[in-house]
């Protein structure tokens, strides 16, 4: 029982120190689906050597691109967009360099997730509790009471602006 308690903490505090990341692969359009899978188990295989979790396996089907990629098979306008997110070490970026070697690829990206706080998750943390408040209440200040401000509607009105005007002959 203690032994598995132990297990649980080294767990945890790896997955502390595992970014989530986001692996795109562009393939090529005409791999079949047994090949697309033999790929994604291999780079699967390789995070989890290196005590990573693949969490989420995405295909987008085939899109168009904006330009040919060229190969040593001809130049390519089509591919098929695959999106591996796993939890890795950060040297698993370096541990992938394999794809680009890889005749099936015609690209690959490997982009880490941030940390992002939207909305009401930004304001419950300390560091941003009173920054909504204080922004509001600069917003509504008038000190700049003593301008002048013309409420006017824009006229143009050539009287006002002493502006001549000149007549086109034909």
Known sequence: MDR???LL?????LVKKMPLYDCMLLLKPHITRPDVMDLVSRVGKHI????GVLTELKSMGTVQLGYGIKK???????????QM???????????????NKEDRLLRWLMVKHRDVKIGLDYLQEDTGKMELSKFRSRLFDNEDKDMDFDDDEDDDDDEEYNVDQIQLDD
């Open 4 to 6: 598995s308690l132990n």
């Open 9 to 13: 903490r080294v767990s945890a505090d």
């Open 48 to 51: 989890y050597q290196k005590n």
């Open 72 to 82: 040593l098979d001809g130049r390519h306008y089509q591919g098929q967009l695959l």
């Open 85 to 99: 997110t796993m939890m890795a070490p950060p040297s698993m970026n370096k541990e992938l360099h394999y794809l």
